[in-house]
Nanobody, 124 residues
Framework: QVQLVESGGGLVQAGGSLRLSCAAS????????MGWFRQAPGKERKFIAHISGSGGSTYYADSVKGRFTISRDNAKNTMYLQMNSLKPEDTAVYYCAAGFGDLDYRLARGYDYWGQGTQVTVSS
């Protein structure tokens, strides 16, 4: 079992920044890859970013590439999402997820564990 807890969401003006954190427990942190997804009201959960267990490989959705940065600190069992140049369309509940093995990082079903989500609201 892996337990995930997100934090760092909030209300920010367009052009601003936020950093989300995802604290993990339950398994050796570096043994699983992790990702960030987001879900706006009435829409499906969408892939944002993915990072390998070692942190050596990262992938991003085109919509956030160049604005968001995913990272992890394996000594602190924590993953981060630095979000810059935020836009109103970034408004959503953001979820972190953990997965094992050769998963398809773009798909929510590729991950085994999920956090409860944190709300990010970007005002125009």
């Amino acid at each position: 079992q892996v337990q995930l807890v997100e934090s760092g969401g909030g209300l920010v003006q367009a052009g601003g920044s936020l950093r989300l954190s995802c604290a993990a427990s339950g398994r050796t942190f570096s043994s699983f890859a992790m990702g960030w997804f987001r879900q706006a009201p009435g829409k499906e959960r969408k892939f944002i970013a993915h990072i390998s267990g070692s942190g050596g490989s990262t992938y991003y959705a085109d919509s956030v590439k160049g604005r968001f940065t995913i990272s992890r600190d394996n000594a602190k069992n924590t993953m981060y999402l630095q979000m810059n140049s935020l836009k109103p369309e970034d408004t959503a509940v953001y979820y972190c997820a953990a997965g094992f093995g050769d998963l398809d990082y773009r798909l929510a079903r590729g991950y085994d564990y999920w956090g409860q989500g944190t709300q990010v609201t970007v005002s125009s």
